[in-house]
């Protein structure tokens, strides 16, 4: 790419604040990088941050939810509010057809200004993805965008570290998703704030409607009650009323003082996911680097060191965690 | 329970070895524990580990893994294997009528000294889920149950920690499990060795069969191809023939050298992720015990101090790493 600036800590700092679109990009890519200039960046401007209401977009591959998307910022854009996307992808958008089609739908957004969409891989992020996600929406957030949708792919538990930060979290289905209904009965997925369910031409979609609304009585009866939304996304059909859903839930959020205790919660959440990520990442550096510990493993793949000693010697190495770590856990 | 005898770790490891199922029973409530016995004795037997074959049975919930296990215990024991069952539920079978329903199914082989079932629920254990299962499986490789079954729901990378110590995975799905299919397909499922598709007699079974067909058509050439058995557990039906293609996968593992491979690698992963869950443990409990750290933790919330200064914050009060953390990474 041409022009690229050589940024400095403040210039870069000032560019974000100001939605400089080269200083998002290359603020993210510092991001994904894991280095110390992202970090200075996002520590100065994390007390400006808040702003940004982040909308979360999971669900099986394949249910549309670029589309989603897709549609999702035109209505925004409609009403004037500036978007930013953080789209992570299971794998390289460029190395799998059937992903690159669905990503194909974001690009009517590419020349739009206040639109930065930003894709990310699952591998290579030094300090984790969650790690990495959070980074970059605070950038986004910092630049002034409205919303931020956060786009993953996700089966249950593994999308967490990306959903953890958002405000509202949207579950996408489609007709054919029975083990996400099974997973959502069996209490394995955690219950979406709103339920998007594409492809409502298919015969099948009165089926899914009813097999969700069935998981949904089975919930609590105070509180919020997700809504579902039949939708057509590469039509545009169903999404004003998604939208309206995911403002709605955004309205409760603010009437109850829910949302400033869901944002704690999150950030709280988030500071030990990243924590962990860094502490693994360090173990697992650590191991390749340190003959010592090889060897301990090599004695555990030998059937001569039971593999919690070698956990031990390990912690105790890297960390310097003692076994008062059995004592303190009682 | 009557006659709860006081263990010690040399009565503890001579029981086990003999394959006394209260001795049995007991380790692994003391391994649940993260008990220092339970530790001490697999310490102890760990040497005379190996013989075991562990096989994971995976799949989206209420396809019926609980009606397979029971119908390939019944198989093994008329071969005369002696068999141990590590069953972990999503939550408790005792809270969630369906999975009691499933559970049930295993009770028939209750009665057979030369069985041992036990079931986890995926909460409480202070070591992970992870050390649980890899100590309890080495628990009952040591008491020489021949085959070891580790059943789990599985709708994605949530099971990783489960079945990342088996030798063979057989992946259950369904008619309907149409979110697993994409999943595999988009790649974010890994690829199991065998997989059956049960409830056979539904009719759309041969639409499953025939997807399922296509995913495997897109995977390598080479290698070990994952058969597809169609079952019907509830009567039995197809799992002589899964039992027969999970043989046929071990003597494929170890015809070529893979089962060593394979279990070396299944080890050190093992090393890792419970070493990285201790680590996290320590962290949560670094913060909840420590006020200067939730101090920490409030000044993010407040959006005073960025979430990844507090993180070094942490690690470097948790495990005294320092800056070089960043450093170290590049």
Redesign the interface.
Do not use: C, N, W
């Given at each position: 790419m041409a022009g690229r600036r050589n940024w400095t800590r403040d210039t870069l700092v000032q560019a974000v604040r100001d939605g400089d679109r080269r200083a998002l990009a290359r603020a993210i890519t510092l991001v994904e990088n894991?280095a110390?200039l992202a970090?200075e960046v996002?520590?100065d401007l994390?007390?400006e941050?808040?702003h940004a209401y982040a909308v979360g977009i999971t669900g099986?591959?394949?249910?549309g939810k670029s589309s989603i998307v897709s549609s999702l910022i035109r209505i925004a854009r409609s009403q004037q509010q500036t978007v930013g996307v953080i789209s992570v992808d299971?794998?390289s958008p460029f190395t799998?057809g059937?992903?690159l089609g669905d990503r194909i739908r974001l690009t009517e957004h590419f020349l739009d200004p206040e639109v930065f969409i930003r894709s990310m891989g699952t591998r290579g992020h030094?300090g984790g993805l969650a790690?990495t996600t959070?980074?970059a929406l605070?950038v986004l957030d910092a630049a002034h965008k409205d919303v931020v949708f956060l786009e993953t792919?996700?089966?249950?538990?593994?999308e967490v570290g990306v959903l953890a930060i958002a405000d509202t979290v949207v579950l996408a289905l489609?007709p054919?998703?029975?083990?996400?209904i099974?997973?959502l009965?069996?209490?394995?997925?955690e219950i979406p704030d709103v339920i998007a369910i594409n492809k409502m031409d298919h015969p099948l979609a009165k089926t899914m409607l009813n097999e969700v609304r069935q998981v949904l009585a089975l919930g609590p009866r105070e509180g919020w009650r997700p809504p579902i939304v039949l939708a057509e996304a590469m039509r545009g059909e169903g999404l004003d009323t998604l939208w309206e859903k995911i403002a709605e839930h955004r309205r409760w959020l603010e009437a109850e003082g829910e949302l400033e205790q869901r944002?704690?919660r999150n950030?709280?959440r988030?500071?030990?996911q990243?924590?962990?990520a860094?502490?693994?990442?360090?173990?697992?550096?650590a191991?390749q680097d340190d003959p010592e510990l090889r060897r301990l493993?090599g004695a555990?793949?030998e059937?001569?060191?039971?593999?919690?000693?070698?956990?031990r010697e390990?912690?105790q190495e890297?960390?310097?965690?003692g076994d008062e770590?059995?004592t303190?856990?009682r």
């Open positions: 894991g110390p970090y996002v520590h994390y007390p941050t808040g099986p591959p394949g249910v299971p794998s799998q059937a992903l030094l790690e959070l980074q605070l792919v996700g089966t249950g538990q593994s489609m054919g998703s029975g083990d996400s099974q997973a009965k069996a209490g394995i997925m944002r704690r950030l709280a988030e500071v030990f990243v924590a962990s860094r502490a693994r990442r360090r173990i697992e550096q191991v493993l555990v793949q059937r001569k060191l039971d593999p919690l000693t070698a956990v390990i912690l890297v960390f310097h965690i770590d059995r303190d856990a």
